[in-house]
């Protein structure tokens, strides 16, 4: 066979990389909507708090980032469980990944939530609590919606490097397509071939959800006219 | 902390007394990459937007594959991929090449940033005014003069906002630099960090320097912002601008001077 039955593995590799890639998008998503929030609070002492996070993480390098958390986070909980006695909990390269890169992609995911609620219309929300909704369900019915708009194509650049961004988490140590890849071409002794087949497979993945996000895009503008030029 | 800053400092800034390391190993990178990615770009890019499908589409299939792919995955095929291969081992010259990893390193970055650059390249010419290429045509300009004097101009100046972008993802890219040995400021601060086990300060050092670097380009393409695109900077008209034009001696009339500036 020409993977030399590393066919299997490798398809594993890529399902760790796709969830990898999903659950920090999770994490990013929701710690992003918080980081909108808190940029755009009245509170001042949140808003630099939240202007803190978003500069320092985005002025830094995700793979010194990764590397940074991901002995901090574990050194962190082992002070932790010592103060209080309780046995070591070991972190997984995979909890640790989505939480590294959640933390790291929430700050862009900030950036784009928070250009795309200023551009809903003022007169949107005001309508909203002119019919006595609630300021969450003006959020969740009003804002939400309209914003999503806006914020898709910076949802989908953040989506497409955070992807490719996933890579970087081998370094760490998680078994995911890259480190099965170049576990293979070693023991084949067929290296170019093995690292081309996970570039491959990147590529079919950044492909397909580009396919997803133009799908995503015609689906939240219904409605929306475009002038024809 | 004091104790890495002590052992390491030379060695995070410039040398580690045997060769380039550091923050100056870090700004090589950028630089070598950013430069050779410029100058390849701005043909590629004129060549992505070109009516002939001949010359447009191997552009685009580059650009395709070199962005849908990680930077870490293509470093790898080109340090360890490559050089696995006897085809390379066997030829001399390919041999001596791809045994440095830096060589590796400033090949898979040029490549990398050349394709991302080549299509922001590209959009910016795409987006020139139309009127101001028929007028080109109409002054009977050559293809070449065209883009010479009116359409590069114009775009590579429109592009700046998107390439300073570029310029600093690629800065954060060149971290993963140490995969090939290249010793630039994560592999210093790897190496600080397996010496004195204080990870934390090791990589926060690291962290640290990297943010300021980012700071200064910043700053630096805000500057060349803002003297490059004065022309497309919003005139202030409420207050200084009106009051200047009614002084000046050629507007007799002020309707005609607010016509002229908004016109």
Redesign the interface.
């Known amino acids: 066979m020409i993977l030399d039955g590393f066919g299997p593995l490798i398809l594993a590799g890529t399902w760790v990389t796709i969830e990898l890639a999903v659950l920090s998008l999770l994490v990013a998503f929701v710690i992003g909507l918080i980081g909108a929030g808190g940029k755009m609070s009245s509170n001042p002492l949140i808003k630099a708090i939240a202007t803190l996070y978003t500069t ?1 993480i985005r ?7 990764m ?2 958390i991901f ?2 986070l574990q ?1 962190g909980m082992n002070n932790i469980t010592e103060a209080l006695h309780a046995p070591q909990i070991d972190l997984d390269p995979m909890t640790s990944g989505v939480l590294t890169l959640g933390f790291i992609y929430g700050a862009y995911f900030a950036e784009t939530f928070r250009g795309a609620f200023l551009s809903v219309p003022k007169g949107q929300i005001e309508a909203g609590i002119a019919y006595g909704l609630s300021s969450w369900q003006v959020f969740h019915r009003v804002q939400f919606p309209q914003m999503m708009r806006f914020a898709l194509p910076g949802i989908s650049n953040n989506w497409q490097v955070m992807l ?5 988490v081998s ?1 760490i140590g998680l078994a995911d397509v ?1 480190k099965i890849a ?1 576990d293979a ?1 070693r023991s084949t ?4 071939f093995f ?2 087949v ?2 491959v497979v ?2 079919v993945l ?2 397909l959800s580009h396919v997803v996000l133009v799908w995503l895009e015609r689906h939240y503008s219904a409605g929306v006219r475009e002038a024809e030029l | 902390m004091i104790d890495i800053i002590q052992q390491f400092w030379r060695a995070f800034l410039w040398s580690d007394g045997y060769r380039m390391t550091g923050v100056a190993m870090t700004l090589w990178l950028l630089a070598v990459s950013i430069s050779f990615g410029f100058v390849l770009s701005v043909p590629l890019a004129v060549a992505r937007v070109s009516a002939h499908k001949c010359y447009a589409w191997p552009v685009w299939l580059f650009t395709y ?1 070199f ?8 470093l ?2 080109f340090y ?3 050089y ?2 006897d085809v390379v081992r066997d030829h001399q010259l390919l041999n001596a090449f791809f045994r440095d990893g830096l060589n590796c390193t400033l090949l898979s970055f040029a490549l990398n940033t050349c394709a991302y650059t080549t299509e922001i390249f590209a959009g910016a010419i795409k987006a020139t005014p139309h009127g101001e290429i028929e007028a080109g045509r109409a002054y009977g300009m050559t293809p070449f003069t065209l883009y010479r004097c009116v359409i590069l101009p114009s775009a590579l100046r429109r592009a700046l906002p998107a390439y300073s972008n570029e310029v600093i993802l690629m ?6 630099a140490f ?1 090939a040995t290249v010793p630039d400021i ?1 592999k210093i ?2 190496d600080a ?1 397996s010496a004195t086990y204080d ?2 300060d090791a ?2 050092l ?2 640290l320097l ?2 300021c670097i ?2 200064i380009l910043v700053a630096l393409f805000r500057r060349a912002e803002w003297r490059l695109l004065a022309h497309l900077r919003p005139m202030n008209t409420e207050h200084d601008g009106h009051r200047q034009r009614d002084l000046s001696p050629s507007s007799k009339n002020k309707d005609v001077a607010n016509v002229q500036t908004h016109g």
């Open positions: 320092l002025g830094v390098p995700d793979l010194v980032l590397l940074l002995y901090s050194i490719k961004a996933t890579a970087l370094i890259i170049i071409g002794y067929r290296v170019f690292t081309l996970a570039a990147y590529l950044t492909t | 594959v962005r849908g792919t990680p930077l870490y995955v293509q790898l095929l360890s991929g490559l696995s291969l800065l954060h890219a060149t971290s993963v995969v994560l601060a790897r960090n990870t934390f990589y926060g690291a962290a990297y943010l980012s700071f």
